[in-house]
């Protein structure tokens, strides 16, 4: 048998994880700056607290466990009855009950809903753990990734919403990658509906919206004359995708537009708070108004963010938004929530695309002690214990191979110094060093080792 | 509906994560000191990686993953057709392919399997990944739990097993726990089934010696007569397990009795290099040979290492062992391997139990900013991301809240200073700081605030 794994999912080895790595611990000194606390929750959730939350397309994409035990003949029967049921979509309550976590919201509504009473609010809390969704595999799309979110439940007030956006804007300015954070207010495109006369086409206006960069104006037009909008109509949305110019400018620009609704006023009011509060807080220039911002899922109710690399050709990196009742869905109302992700994956081939990962971040051990024979590699490994308890990472090779196998090791482990002590260096308490790097080789006293390493350990 | 998580799962909060990445880091930096690498493979395994590796009882508790697309009528029919066959426990290849990781072991030998030709070898990984087990679950039991392992594959040098008993001293010395670190060797109880006379009936003999702790030694002599050992034998199996005194002294006294086994002899060896070398490489009296030690997993076949805390109640928090054969069940043959393993959740129950996790893990922001108003809230928060851009973690209350409501969420929160800036403050350009551990209270000018913030910052 030749061993594989399953489509859609990846191993990663120790270059990878250093990457993967650097990404993450800069999302999260980021968030506990900004007084976030972490949370993990199980990857296995019940069944109906997933179910029915994604719409029915994600509700396809949830990875069922099946329920162990199926064996015993009492469980057998209840499925044997179900089975055609089963079958057919209707039910599965006999052979699963729990599947894996397909996001990180819902669990966090969840856990928010089950403890609530004992939570110091408002609670802010990042989770970076993996999701799995059994979806057609494709460049750039596997079925178990990482999702790195931070949210706050249980504030109305638009100062975390001002938050989000500059954690967005420190993380990638740590991270060297120019970005567009892209904000925009679901009141805005409830407004819009509303002073077109038609509040309930709200969903079909945002989703032709939605995809106008990916398809042109004309095909939007198109779109909504296809969804019954009349020409005139058309005509304020097309006049409200062409606002332009800069922030202050394009929302001089909007307040005419919708001026008659009160729920648009909302919508302005907020995102100039947030606006007049992030440029007193910094002097990024990253932060951009965007109108035609939509957001696909439909429960957020107000600040709508998204961002993009400026330098590269990638979809979203990151996004987010306010929702009016987070835990609403599991019984607990009242409790209003916001937040922000961040795509590892996408960010990571972003710093790949533009070289932006720093050398500085795989950890090599420093040295290398060569196995020189049975007597030479017993004195060599006390000498190196010693180097560990300096905290020098290193290591020993484990058979007196070859030199040259040594030195190869130590070359593919991107190991920078080569340590070589034969028996006429354990006579004279001495060693040979070998930078592999520059090719610089000395010898040094055992006692100037140490030092020796650790001022060269980078 | 009221939320809950399935039985056997946990969620973690900040204080039980920030507990849990101590050790975690503790073990990790210790592993990348021993230039071990790190490897994450997926959540999900083909279903035949993972069946079969594990004992029947093993099989039983795999978490089998649904095959989604079940409501397509292609995929029906086969299931349909399969279904008694599947209830029978006989097949479900047509409703499960993919199944969740059962432990790291098995994983990383199908990785050394598809990748030996590209690896550097001798391959050094360590893994730190949650792993799922449909046990029932009790008390210290989840359905969910963390594994920390590091392997070597690919070299029969005993260097690598001595290594191991240094890893286990240093993260134990490093978390302050008191241990004792059991090694045996495999070789050895081949060895003593042999001089009985019965080497076919080792494992039934290993086994009764691996309950010898629990059972005590009248009910293990039973256990060997009822599997038909006789008087005599018995008796050497009783030697054999009342071997005392200091390791050198049980070496000396296990000779005579293994003398006529070439097994035994080799098995004898393989300990005396072991110890002798970690003897030469730390002062660490932990080391300590245990002939009783047997490890329940039949794979191994050399030194085999079991640690448990010595002033705990508590099983084993790490065990491992030496197997000859690591990918010969992915069709890669001659890769020997070597591993241990760290029981994350018993290492922090013990940890709990005896007060060992130092007070200065806790993330705590350093400062609540509190809001005093629309106005001071604006300019506080300039101020504070002026705090965050010198890096320290701090947060300002969302609300203008009572004054009460705001220091309690401080004290909730851990968050040491309360930083008040109200209209009199930000006329004076100073901010009243408030030591909520010591209750004093100072009045700064606010180009005083981060330099007193960062000195305090501990």
Known sequence: MKPSIPQGFRDFNAGILHRRSYIINTI?????????????????????????????EGDKLIFKVLNNGLDHSSKQENARQQFEN???????????????????TIPFARFVAMNHAKLTMPYKRYQIQPVWRADRPQKGRYREFYQCDADVAGTYSLISDVEFCQIYSTVFSRLKLNVRIKINNRKIL?????????????????????????IGLDKVKEELSQND????????????????????????????????????REGIDELKFILEYSKKASNDQSLVLDFTLARGLNYYTGTIYEVTATDAKMGSIG?????????????????????????LDRIYDVLEELNLFPESITHSPTALFFNMGEKESQFTFEIMQKCRTANIPCEMYFEPAKMNKQFKYATNKNIR??????????????CEVKDLTSGDQSSLDMEELIPFLKKNNS
């Open 28 to 56: 999260k000194e980021v968030f506990e700056l900004y007084a976030f606390e972490p949370l993990e929750t199980p990857a296995m959730e019940n069944l109906e607290t997933l179910m029915g939350k994604y719409g029915d």
């Open 86 to 104: 089963i079958l057919l979509g209707k039910t599965d309550k006999f052979i699963t009950e729990r599947a894996l976590r397909y996001d990180l």
């Open 190 to 214: 409830s407004a819009l509906a509303e002073v077109c006369g038609i509040p309930e086409k709200m969903v079909a206006i945002t989703g032709a919206i939605d995809k106008l960069e990916k």
């Open 229 to 264: 909008l009349t020409e005139k109509q058309i005509q304020i949305i097309v006049n409200y995708i062409n606002i332009d110019g800069t922030n202050e400018e394009k929302l001089a620009k909007i307040e005419p537009l919708l001026l008659e609704s009160e729920t648009g």
């Open 319 to 343: 996004g987010g938004g306010r929702y009016d009742d987070l835990a609403g869905l599991f019984g607990v109302t009242g409790v209003p929530g916001v937040g922000i992700s961040f795509g």
């Open 417 to 430: 110094y080569a340590i070589i002590i034969g028996s006429k260096e354990m006579e004279s308490n001495r």
